[in-house]
């Protein structure tokens, strides 16, 4: 079935639009650009989809970023050194999933995650260059990227 018929969709962060999906389990609530005024939002929360819970322990990219960890050469663990590369990757492949279904060509994503960032994202230090597990998969897919702080 093709969804081209319906209006414009794009996939946010979830935790952008005030759904309190983040580790602390608060949500980080953003002014949307103008130009989003009218177009149907998709809120996906990636970590959540993976199957992790809310709250949940910070979770951090370790040695790479998220085409490391696409790749097979980088995985994740969470501030008391759980691996969660498995959930990370199980989620961002449903957003993938969700994106498909939906035809979705632009993605707005919260900045400095490790699932959701684009350029900037979390490793055990703190900010690093590269890519989230999710934004990169997206990127993958051809999916313009906006990054919203
Ligand atoms: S994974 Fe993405 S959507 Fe979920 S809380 Fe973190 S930044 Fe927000």
Redesign the pocket.
């Known amino acids: 079935m093709s969804m081209h018929k319906f209006m414009d969709r794009v996939i946010v ?3 952008l639009l005030g759904m309190r ?2 580790y602390d389990g608060e949500s ?1 609530p953003a002014d949307l650009p103008a130009e989003l005024d009218g177009v149907c939002l998709i809120p ?5 989809l993976g199957g992790l819970p809310t709250p949940r322990p910070a979770s951090f990219i370790m040695e790479g970023d998220g085409a490391g960890v696409l790749a097979g050469e980088s995985r994740l663990e969470n501030v008391e050194g759980v691996d969660v590369t498995e959930q990370f990757l199980r989620g961002s492949a449903e957003v993938a999933r969700l994106a498909k279904i939906f035809e979705v060509r632009r993605a707005y994503l ?1 900045s400095n ?1 490790p ?2 960032g684009f350029g900037v994202t979390q490793g055990p230090e703190g900010k690093i260059p590269g890519n989230g597990v999710c934004a990169e998969m997206l990127r993958r897919m051809g999916v313009e990227i906006t990054v919203v702080d």
């Open positions: 962060s979830a935790c999906t983040r980080k996906v929360c990636p970590e959540q919260k995650s699932s959701c």
